[in-house]
């Protein structure tokens, strides 16, 4: 037992540099009451800090053991931030939210649960809106709860979510009921903070010849929205857990969109020759009839200004981890036109569990073979609203050799 919780503390430390960590201890222990004793109350770790309004008195502080992050990096957290109801807004009489002060651009990272048994909740910052989902959490062998005079048994380990903020001012909301906050953690985004550059940053910068988005190296420019959890999969015949984005439910219902989905985002948009690159694993045990023609995968679609549907591809069928002992195995598609954002969807009658989200964006290649002077002279290639426009013979096309208008 005690190599456990070596592992455990291990993973504790496991912070990177530029994070900044707001936790609770027993010193903060406060019941909720009429008085408001948390409103205003200010909790920081350096420049970074949380704000806490709660004008009725809903809010407390108590000790609670949960381990957050994965199956394989866990770490134990003892108290934590009851929330005790629904979010209000700013001017209500009973306005109830938490104000997340960044020193610059980052990614927030919070451990959180639903503050119920019997519902989930969702958390929201900027926008962004995270499922809380415990039936989703990793279950690892170890004494339930850190305690050590049960020495067999499973502990659960919640999901750790992400937010991209901005320097300033973010407002936290949970707009479901109540939830249970157990850290906040900020990692500066690349050039951004007194903490220094990191990890951090949900939108990367493009630069032609690398790769921009690389899960689950990293998990900037990606996000999971409506049901969509990032959780672990289990492969190599239900043996090897892996990291990954589940797709539980499909992206449409009565043919629109109903916010099912992986988003990823790039700052300035995705471009015409960038190829998206993904892999992932369906676990279902098919020799049960009731299984029998279970399948999943996933769909690469567009959104336009009213939500509109454009689907770019569908990749072939994922493997089945529950069966197979091969690798999940990685399939390419590239863009042949601008978009601002892309999604990927679930397609099939189970849950997708996507194992590798990769965007390269290639280095524009030069006009080659030109042999003759004539021939030269009617290939141009030049910059027009950002874009590479390449004319030959009197006609544009694009960097992916699509003809353009």
């Known amino acids: 037992m005690k190599k456990i919780f ?17 936790t609770f201890t027993e010193g903060d222990v406060v019941a909720a ?11 920081s770790n350096g420049n970074f800090s949380i704000v806490i309004t709660d004008l009725e008195g809903k809010f407390a502080i108590d000790g609670s053991n949960a381990f957050f992050g994965t199956a394989e990096s866990y770490k134990l957290y003892s108290y934590r931030l009851k929330t005790g109801a629904t979010s209000k807004p700013a001017g209500d009489a009973k306005a109830r939210y938490i104000t997340i002060k960044a020193p610059s651009a980052g990614t927030v990272k919070i451990c959180a649960r639903s503050g119920s048994s019997s519902a989930d909740r969702n958390i929201e910052i900027n926008g962004t809106k995270k499922l809380l989902d415990d039936d989703a959490a990793a279950k690892v062998d170890m004494p339930d709860k850190a305690s050590e005079t049960n020495p067999t048994g499973t502990t659960s380990v919640y999901q750790i979510h992400e937010f991209a903020v901005n320097a300033g001012d973010n407002t936290l909301t949970f707009p479901d009921g109540s939830v249970n906050f157990y850290s906040f953690e900020f ?5 951004g903070g007194e903490e220094g550059g990191g990890e951090g940053g949900d939108t990367p910068t493009p ?14 420019g990606t996000a999971a929205s409506g049901s969509t959890t990032i959780t672990t999969v289990k492969i190599h015949n239900n043996k090897d857990a892996i990291a990954c984005y589940k797709l539980a439910n499909g992206y449409t219902t009565e043919g629109a969109y109903n916010n099912n989905s992986i988003n990823l985002t790039l700052e300035g948009g995705f471009k015409a020759g960038d190829v998206i690159t993904i892999a992932g694993a369906v676990n279902v045990d098919t020799s049960k ?3 029998a023609g279970k399948r999943a995968t996933a769909v690469l679609f567009s959104l336009d200004a009213t939500n509109n549907i454009t689907v770019l591809n569908t990749f072939s069928d994922f493997i089945n981890g529950r069966v197979t ?18 999604y990927l969807g679930r397609d099939g009658n189970t849950g997708a569990n996507v194992t590798l989200i990769k965007v390269t964006r290639p280095v ?4 080659s073979s030109v042999t003759t002077t004539a021939t030269a002279a009617a290939v141009k290639k030049y910059v027009e609203n950002g874009k590479v426009v390449i004319v030959k013979d009197g006609k544009k096309f694009n960097i992916a050799g699509a003809q353009l208008k």
């Open 33 to 43: 009451a009429s008085s408001a004793p948390l409103n205003n109350k200010t909790f």
């Open 364 to 367: 524009p290649t030069a006009i």
């Open 207 to 220: 630069v032609d010849g690398t790769v921009l988005i690389d899960y689950p190296t990293l998990t900037a």
């Open 6 to 22: 070596t592992l455990i503390a291990v993973a504790a430390m496991a912070l990177s540099a530029s994070a900044q960590e707001i």
């Open 289 to 291: 009839s009731e299984n």
């Open 325 to 342: 002992s091969d690798e999940p195995q990685e399939e390419s598609f590239t863009l042949t036109e601008d978009v601002p954002a892309l």
């Open 187 to 191: 990692v500066a985004g690349e050039g």
